[in-house]
């Protein structure tokens, strides 16, 4: 059974950070591009980051880059999402998903459950 659980959410303060992690389980870890989406109140799922499987490649949406960094570590089977110089737009429910990005925010995407991350002060 595939899963992927997510942890390292919480509030932190507008210019803070955090960091996010990912298990994964269920399938070979590093033959598959693996990705940060999350979903805002009342809004849909929205593509983060993406790595590829070798850790070689990486990709973020425009708004994300330079405060965030993806990375993995596939001898953990581990994803991570470094954010740095959150804004309150950054609030939102993080997943981490495996595929391409479009599989990653599709209606069938493979997900954990999420974690939330509360940007306020």
């Known amino acids: 059974e595939v899963q992927l659980v997510e942890s390292g959410g919480g509030l932190v303060q507008p210019g803070g950070s955090l960091r996010l992690s990912c298990v994964a389980s269920g399938f070979t870890f590093d033959d598959y591009t693996m990705n940060w989406v999350r979903q805002a109140p009342g809004k849909g799922l929205e593509w983060v980051s993406s790595v590829s499987g070798n850790g070689a490649n990486t990709y973020y949406a425009e708004s994300m880059k330079g405060r965030f960094t993806i990375s993995r570590d596939n001898g953990k089977n581990t994803l991570y999402l470094q954010m740095s110089s959150l804004k309150s737009d950054d609030t939102a429910v993080y997943y981490c998903?495996?595929?391409?990005?479009?599989?990653?925010?599709?209606?069938?995407?493979?997900r954990g459950q999420g974690t939330q991350v509360t940007v306020s002060s």
């Open positions: 998903a495996r595929g391409s990005p479009a599989q990653a925010i599709s209606q069938r995407g493979i």
